[in-house]
């Protein structure tokens, strides 16, 4: 039998000098898994019943702000073909955090033929770390970073969004795409991580997203759990 080559999601990047960049901050993030678990454990059993995320904004301000918390590689790989299917030029994001996912859809824009990665942060260490990142990976020229709450970092961009990845904290994602709706170009994509972990905290954003008066096709796809992927009329 011919032996299948293993599935390696940075094969999709074809580029050793990015994908050198990315294993070190992947390695770095799984190093913090053990103290995120540790942080959930005493409301592991609310969260199994509810899907909830049993934090406030501010709480998960504090504890988060120097997480990765990251999508996973067959996220970002599967962000990065996304954009190239899309010819993506322009892509927003709330929530940089180190920058893994910025670092995927850089690669896409790039691929593309340039254009740029609009990215934000509200802890000003993560982005000053993110952007170290990006110039490591010779990616920095196509990313800019807003630091500050997205809700006003993005208030006002002209239109003509090909993509956005929303992966702040819940509480926020339909804010930021209410935000944005307007200016993502029809068959422009948002991606959303964590809605299938955490139905109980996307209850509202599932019910905008999936009513069709609101511009939206939505489903639920199965990355990391559920990562919710809608496409704009
Ligand atoms: C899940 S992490 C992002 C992970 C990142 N997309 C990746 O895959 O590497 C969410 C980030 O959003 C940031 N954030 C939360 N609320 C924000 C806000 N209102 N404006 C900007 N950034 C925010 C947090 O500080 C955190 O770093």
Not at 156 to 161: G, M, N, Q
Request: hydrophobic share 40%; glycine share 8%.
């Amino acid at each position: 039998m011919t032996k299948q080559p293993r599935d390696d999601p940075f094969t999709v990047l074809n580029d050793a000098r990015l994908a050198t960049v990315l294993r070190r901050l992947y390695s770095e993030a799984n190093r913090q898994h053990l103290s995120v678990i540790r942080h959930f454990l005493p409301h592991t059993l609310s969260f199994l019943r509810r899907r909830f995320m049993p934090f406030s904004e501010s709480e998960m301000g504090g504890f988060y702000a120097d997480k990765y918390i990251a999508i996973v590689e067959e996220q970002g790989a599967f962000c990065y073909l996304t954009a190239r299917a899309l010819r993506a030029r322009t892509i927003f994001e709330f929530g940089t955090s180190f920058g893994l996912s910025t670092l995927w859809l850089a690669a896409a824009v790039r691929a593309n033929g340039g254009g740029r990665v609009v990215t934000t942060e509200i802890v000003p260490d993560k982005a000053r770390i993110a952007r170290r990142n990006f110039e490591e990976a010779g990616l920095s020229d196509l990313i800019e970073v807003r630091e500050g709450d997205a809700m006003a970092s993005l208030a006002a961009d002209p239109s003509d969004i090909d993509f956005v990845l929303n992966d702040g904290f819940p509480m926020r994602a339909l804010d930021i795409v209410k935000l944005l709706a307007s200016r993502i170009r029809p068959c422009g994509v948002v991606l959303t991580d964590d809605v299938g972990g955490f139905r109980g905290n996307y209850r509202d954003y599932l019910a905008y997203m999936r009513d069709r008066a609101n511009g939206f096709d939505s489903m639920l796809i199965p990355l990391k759990g559920g990562t919710e992927y809608s496409v704009r009329r």
